[in-house]
Nanobody, 126 residues
């Protein structure tokens, strides 16, 4: 069992930056693929970014590519999402997720993730 707790959300102006953290407990993250998803009001949950267990491979949604960076510190059992050049359309609840499946096949598919955090609100004002 893995427990995930996100932090770092908040209110920021367009063009600003935020860094989200996802701390895990209950199991080491070193062998687990991690991802970030987000859900805006009235919209479905969507993939944002993912990182392989070693951190050697990263994956991004087109909408955030070049602005967001996912990273992990397995020694601290923590995954990060650095968000730069934020836009109002980035406003959403951001969720950290972990999946037991080792393969990176369909890494953007939320239902293939087994553990989820409670979410942290990110609001970007124009």
């Amino acid at each position: 069992q893995v427990q995930l707790v996100e932090s770092g959300g908040g209110l920021v102006q367009a063009g600003g930056s935020l860094r989200l953290s996802c701390a895990a407990s209950g199991r080491t993250l070193s062998s687990i693929i991690m991802g970030w998803f987000r859900q805006a009001p009235g919209k479905e949950r969507e993939f944002v970014a993912a990182i392989s267990s070693s951190g050697g491979s990263t994956y991004y949604a087109d909408s955030v590519k070049g602005r967001f960076t996912i990273s992990r510190d397995n020694a601290k059992n923590t995954v990060y999402l650095q968000m730069n050049s934020l836009k109002p359309e980035d406003t959403a609840v951001y969720y950290c997720a972990a999946r037991k499946l080792q393969s990176t096949v369909r890494i953007t598919t939320s239902r293939l993730y087994d553990y989820w955090g409670q979410g942290t609100q990110v609001t970007v004002s124009s």
